[in-house]
């Protein structure tokens, strides 16, 4: 196994908190592989790069010796987690959970090691938790500890509802660590709430308390607030090599240093030297957008990648051309009342938009072409043989051929 000098170096870099490095250092010191904990609640379909921050962590981990654990919190999904929010999340049901739960698998194994990683669900332990486990979990903390947390106090502060399901939210991921007898945790910053309360439970347990460890969280391409599908600002980590590549090239110039060092994969000294070839100007900010799109492209979707994109980027986007791969996609006849249908409909059915809504919306602001030509009314009717083998344009980004069957 690595020294430990080097795998401190390697944990740490890249990290936010560190509860705590004396602890960590005591733990790899003992020469046992640790078992590192990431936990996700599969809540949407897709996982992003920001998710992919602490999943990489994981890797290093994984890549060290240690134990990866990836946690999916089926059974806390119902419950939601209050984490930067300031509304109560809905509930999830279990058909919704499992669907999500399916994609994310396929979408983590992108970055951990399928055939070394152990994956685990929560409701193996908390479903079957009876009312006097749950009373003792209730019973190690108070309302004044929980009102502590930033989300809850200001919700209570503007006298926003807050359930007593939030309040067990972080107990339950405390428990999480209890059941997998955890050394180490690793989340975003927004988790360390939630992390903390696993030491005092696996304490109350006779265990020792985990390593809490946050990496930083990635805003995403409009540059305000943390990546989020709700948001509709995330790159995700299937996302189309010519739709990845433009995402990229979409954020602001402020916000490269922070994707070079959250989202690449880089060690800190390459982050650190194109950082600096960006402030002397030796590197040019679009030259250092291209490399940065490159490179996200390269790692989720292989070597090489990432170039053959940037030529199809610039051939569409300096000749005005389309990509050599346009998808066909079938749109059902039966969709088409009296040969007529919105073509925010036929958008949304094409998988070019999230929604009917987003369809009208890209429509009215111009982002709609047909064969080349605007079409910009947002209540518009199409009928078959106005979209039946055409080529349809959304944005910058996203072309379907339309196939009527």
């Not at 949407?44 to 992919?52: F, L, M, N, R, V």
């Not at 051309?321 to 088409?336: C, H, L, M, N, W």
């Amino acid at each position: 196994m690595t020294d430990i000098a080097t795998q401190l170096d390697i944990i740490c870099a890249g990290t936010q908190d560190l509860v705590s490095r004396a602890e960590l250092e005591k733990m790899l010191s003992k020469g046992k592989p640790l078992r590192v904990k990431f936990g996700i609640d599969p809540t949407s379909p897709d996982i992003h790069i920001g998710h992919a921050v602490p999943l990489r962590k994981l890797k290093q981990f994984q890549d060290l010796g240690h134990t990866a654990i990836l946690l999916f919190g089926d059974f806390t999904a119902r419950v939601g987690d209050p984490s930067g929010r300031n509304v109560t999340r809905p509930q999830l049901s279990v058909e919704e959970i499992e669907k999500n739960l399916e994609t994310y698998l396929e979408q983590a194994f992108l970055i951990l090691d399928r055939e070394k990683t152990e994956i685990r669900r929560n409701s193996e332990w908390l479903e079957g938790l009876g009312i006097v486990e749950i009373m003792k979990l209730m019973g190690s903390t108070t309302v004044a500890q929980l009102l502590e947390r930033n989300d809850f106090s200001n919700r209570y502060k503007e006298g926003s509802p807050i359930s007593v399901l939030e309040f067990l939210y972080p107990l339950l991921v405390g428990f999480d660590s209890v059941a997998l007898k955890a050394d180490v945790e690793l989340g975003g910053t927004d988790q360390l709430y939630n992390l903390l309360m696993g030491r005092p439970l696996q304490e109350m347990e006779g265990q020792t308390p985990q390593v809490c460890i946050t990496t930083p969280l990635l805003e995403g391409t409009d540059g305000n607030k943390k990546m989020s599908k709700s948001l509709n600002n995330t790159i995700g980590l299937t996302d189309e090599p010519l739709d990845m590549y433009g995402k990229v090239m979409s954020i602001s110039d402020e916000m490269m240093p922070k994707y070079f060092a959250l989202a690449t994969g880089w060690l800190p000294e390459q982050v650190n030297q194109v950082v600096q070839d960006l402030q002397s100007e030796k590197l040019a900010q679009v030259d250092a957008k291209k490399l940065l799109a490159k490179t996200v492209v390269d790692l989720y979707h292989g070597q090489g990648r990432g170039d053959e994109t940037a030529i199809e980027w610039s051939k569409i986007f300096s000749s005005g051309g389309r990509p050599s791969d346009i998808e066909t996609v079938e749109v059902a006849k039966s969709e088409f009342e009296n040969d007529s249908l919105r073509l925010a409909k036929v958008l949304n059915l094409a998988g070019l938009v999230a929604s009917n809504k987003e369809g009208s919306r890209m429509i009215s602001q111009g982002a709609v072409r047909i064969e080349d030509e605007v079409y910009d009314d947002p209540d518009g009717l199409v009928s078959t043989a106005d979209v039946d083998g055409k080529v349809i344009q959304v944005g910058k980004r996203k072309w379907a051929q339309i196939k009527i069957s």
